[in-house]
């Protein structure tokens, strides 16, 4: 459970992001590039040049037969909408992550308020576990609010382009509820361990690297027609990765000491 004296270091680093406007804008415009750009573009090009998307055609005739409802550019919009656009939800919160958490230590640092930090009647642990929770609650406000807005953009340029609205899949469920807080942990996670020793805020973010580079792999499979999303695979890595965050966050605590925070 959270004390009321790691609610306060939350709340304080929630109010650091919010009133520094560098760190503002970025965790506005990244999710916005992915929830409104790369769909508005997707819609656009299969309502209006159709004939950019004969490659994705060829993908549509390895998919089920359940899959391919309606004629070929309601089955593109919804093998996107169902298919693409829900790994979008798993790198939202990685980098909405990273820019949080990596400022969490070593933002103390920087602005010399880590030994006032290490002063206050809180363990290691406690402190830990409060930013990681602070970059949690950040990350998965800007993922959830993404994709209201996501779906809001969407929805009106189906009705705009094509007169009818598609609602999105199961696997939405289990992208938003599952796969995504626990990539988001597992993100912050090693990123505020990683804090703890960087001396620089890009020292810190350059882990979140290694789990966007996995997704990327797997968004360019789906184009490919090498591997489509099955809705109940997401929610079995959702219970893995969730697993994997909270051993490792364990282990993070464990390995937490004063000597790392203040090495110079």
Known sequence: MINSKQAAIIKKDIFAIVSNKQLLTALIIVPLVF????????????RFAPDQVNNIEQILNMLPEDMRTGDMQTTIIAFLLDNIMPLFFTIIPILASSIMAASSFVGEKEKRTLETLLYSPLTLTQMFQAKVWASFVISMAVTYASFVIMLIVVEALLLF????????GLSWLFILLAVT?????????LIVRGS?????????????V???LPIMLVIVGQFMGIVLINPWYLLIAGAVLG???ALL???????FTYEALLKR
């Open 249 to 255: 966050m364990r282990g993070s605590m464990k390995k």
């Open 196 to 208: 703890a020793k960087a001396q620089t805020m890009e020292d810190s973010q350059q882990r979140s």
């Open 35 to 46: 929830t409104v750009f790369f769909p508005t573009i997707f819609i656009l090009i299969i």
């Open 210 to 212: 290694f789990l966007v």
């Open 243 to 245: 697993a994997i965050a």
């Open 181 to 189: 807080p626990a990539m988001s942990l597992l993100a912050i996670t």
């Open 161 to 168: 382009a094509f007169g009818n609205m598609i609602l999105p």
